[in-house]
């Protein structure tokens, strides 16, 4: 399954400067459909893009001259791939309005600088979920070499 930035857009809350996601190249699940709810989804796997322009407002102050995406907008673009794990629980997922939460990051670890002109892939498995709260391992890579990886805790809920 691929979605594009507008598709993107419609699933998740976020919006610019403050969306680190640009397209969903995959998803797979470790059962077969139709998912019922977050259980369902253990073991389920997003692959996403992003892809660091030299505009990004957040660059303009880290730091000037020379350039880093922060380590916490790393780990904030992992979880925001990772709520896509959860596309699959819904009849028309376009129509949703979620609510999502990063909750908890442990063992989180840069390895390489990220900076303008990198294109990044992104991969998130679901390890646990108990009741709205989902337990994920992630890494974020450019070309063969993994620059960051996180452990972290989010929740996910449906307003409508």
Avoid: W
């Amino acid at each position: 399954m691929k979605l594009n930035f507008e598709q993107v857009k419609a699933y998740i809350p976020h919006r610019e400067p403050f969306l680190f996601v640009d397209s969903i190249e995959s998803l797979e699940y470790e059962g077969e459909g139709p998912f019922s709810c977050l259980k369902d989804l253990i073991g389920g796997v997003v692959e996403a893009n992003f892809s660091v322009k030299e505009d990004l407002e957040i660059l303009r102050g880290h730091f000037p001259g020379n350039p880093v995406l922060p380590g916490v907008v790393q780990v904030e673009m992992m979880a925001q791939a990772s709520i896509f794990i959860t596309f699959e629980l819904f009849e028309d997922p376009y129509n949703v309005d979620l609510e999502v939460a990063l909750l908890g990051v442990k063992d989180s670890k840069f390895r390489k600088p990220v900076v303008p002109g990198m294109e990044l892939k992104i991969k998130s498995k679901m390890i646990k979920a108990r009741g709205q709260i989902m337990s994920f391992e992630a890494e974020i890579s450019s070309g063969d070499e993994i620059v960051s990886q996180a452990s972290f805790l989010a929740s996910f809920s449906q307003r409508n």
